[in-house]
Antibody, heavy 125, light 112 residues
């Protein structure tokens, strides 16, 4: 069965960086995008970006440009999200989610069919 | 700021049907069939319930159905059950954000 298992909770100080991992199994890693979505406490969902597992290509929501880096290691079917220059309002649960792609073009489709369990990142001095 | 507007809360009694609306702009949201819906129980990850307006993933109950008319999409839950109590988010293509992914504001469903 499809599984996305994320790394554990993190506590960071303002200005630091955090790197969250998302280990996948149960499907062909190269066949689906990995998206990252975050949810601040008591708030809604916010899309951050995606990575193309085939070529490592990335797209980031403008709000996070320059602070977020998505990478992947195909040898272990794992994706990573690194967020730098952390601020207190980066405190949130960060989710990875699998995203199907259009046949032929491999352009990402507009939904997320399986999600990781989430990783709480707390930014506090 | 979200591009998709949902009611903050919707409630119903067991066995009833409820509908959650999701409103975007006619110029983008209304022109594409890229609406999806997610269910989120407290402390859990979201779960895909509907994609491409009305398609149900394998394993999702047929009590959940989706539709779209103009710039408003809807999720209907029929035969409401206690386990349906959760937060629900719509999502769609939009031209308002840089790479076109946006979520709705979220709706809390309460089973009375």
């Amino acid at each position: 069965q499809v599984q996305l298992v994320q790394s554990g909770a993190e506590v960071k100080k303002p200005g630091a960086s955090v790197k969250v991992s998302c280990k996948t199994s149960g499907y062909t890693f190269s066949g689906y995008y990995i998206h990252w979505v975050r949810q601040a406490p008591g708030q809604g969902l916010e899309w951050m970006g995606w990575i193309n597992p085939n070529n490592g290509g990335t797209k980031y929501e403008q709000k996070f440009q320059g602070r977020v880096t998505l990478t992947r290691d195909t040898s272990i079917s794992t994706a990573y999200m690194e967020l730098s220059r952390l601020k207190s309002d980066d405190t949130a649960v960060y989710y990875c989610a699998r995203g199907p792609a259009a046949p032929g073009t491999f352009w990402p489709l507009y939904y997320f069919d399986f999600w990781g369990q989430g990783t709480l990142v707390t930014v506090s001095s | 700021q979200s591009a998709l507007t949902q009611p903050a809360s919707v409630s119903g009694s067991p066995g009833q049907s409820i509908t959650i609306s999701c409103t975007g702009t006619a110029s983008d949201f209304g022109a594409y069939n890229y609406v999806s819906w997610y269910q989120q129980h407290p402390g859990k990850a979201p779960k895909l319930m509907i994609y491409d307006v009305f398609n149900r993933p394998s394993g999702v109950s047929n009590r959940f159905s989706g539709s779209k008319s103009g710039n408003t999409a809807s999720l209907t839950i029929s035969g409401l059950q206690a386990e349906d109590e959760a937060d629900y988010y719509c999502s769609s293509y939009t031209s308002i954000t840089t790479y076109n992914y946006v979520f709705g504001t979220g709706t809390t469903v309460t089973v009375l």
